[in-house]
């Protein structure tokens, strides 16, 4: 089935570590996205690509690194210098930035 | 700059009741293109509909309508007769057409069904 997966489910760091989140699809979509939700809060933008080796700042950035090496593949890092990293992270996909976009289960990251 | 407005933080309504959710929209393009979204408490946001500032009828899917007016720039949605299962997070969102610029989520409206 086409989709998209984000993977772990759960994630704990401890403090002053560096973790990635993986997001892979299958959909064939050029655009990919990250987005941080806070409890009670809508959706922020961390990181956005339209094209594969292409990738620009949203919102949020600081303290977040991705990369785009692949059309199905769109990590993201939580570097040490994020200070309040404990979140649920949503990763998107979708043909082009003006069609809609399909979402990833989630990963939940708690910071100990 | 674009932005989207959901004045309903939280609605509670009684199962079968009919029920609508607002959604007003900013934006200075000509051309752009509004989203719903369902969050139910598993996370994963489920798409509801796209719709483009061009098509101006309204829609209907089952139990579930939208009203776009751009005259008062709105998108609201209804749930006729709700059912529990409709009880979870509900995001309206918005892209402009023009290069860079992306999808604006609007904070949401929790709604709680019931029974």
């Known amino acids: 089935d086409g989709g998209i997966t984000q993977s772990p489910k759960y994630l704990f760091r401890k403090e002053g570590q560096n973790v990635t989140l993986s997001c892979e699809q299958n959909?064939?979509?050029?655009?990919m996205y990250w987005y941080r939700q806070d409890p009670g809060q809508g959706l922020r933008l961390i990181y956005y690509?339209?094209?594969?080796?292409?990738?620009q700042k949203g919102d949020i950035a600081e303290g977040y690194s991705v990369s785009r090496e692949k059309k199905e593949s769109f990590p993201l890092t939580v570097t040490s210098a994020q200070k309040n990293p404990t979140a649920f992270y949503l990763c998107?996909?979708?043909?082009?930035?003006?069609?809609?976009?399909?979402f990833g289960p989630g990963t939940r990251l708690t910071v100990l | 700059a674009q932005k989207v407005t959901q004045a309903q933080t939280e609605i509670s309504v009684v199962e079968k009741e009919d029920v609508t959710l607002d959604c007003v929209y900013e934006?200075?393009?000509?051309?752009?293109?509004l989203f719903w979204y369902k969050q139910p408490p598993s996370g994963e946001l489920v798409f509801l509909i796209r719709?483009?500032?061009?098509?101006?009828q309204n829609e209907i899917s089952g139990r579930y309508s939208w009203n776009f007016q751009k005259s008062t720039s709105s998108f609201n949605f209804t749930i006729t007769a709700s059912q529990v299962v409709d009880s979870a997070v509900y995001f309206c969102?918005?892209?402009?057409?023009?290069?860079?610029?992306?999808?604006?989520f609007g904070p949401g409206t929790r709604l709680s069904v019931l029974p």
């Open positions: 998107a996909s979708s043909i082009d930035r003006t069609n809609e976009q399909f």
């Open positions: 959909l064939n979509h050029d655009a």
């Open positions: 690509s339209q094209i594969v080796n292409d990738f």
């Open positions: 934006t200075r393009d000509t051309t752009y293109y």
């Open positions: 719709r483009n500032s061009f098509d101006e």
């Open positions: 969102a918005l892209s402009e057409g023009g290069y860079g610029q992306n999808f604006v």
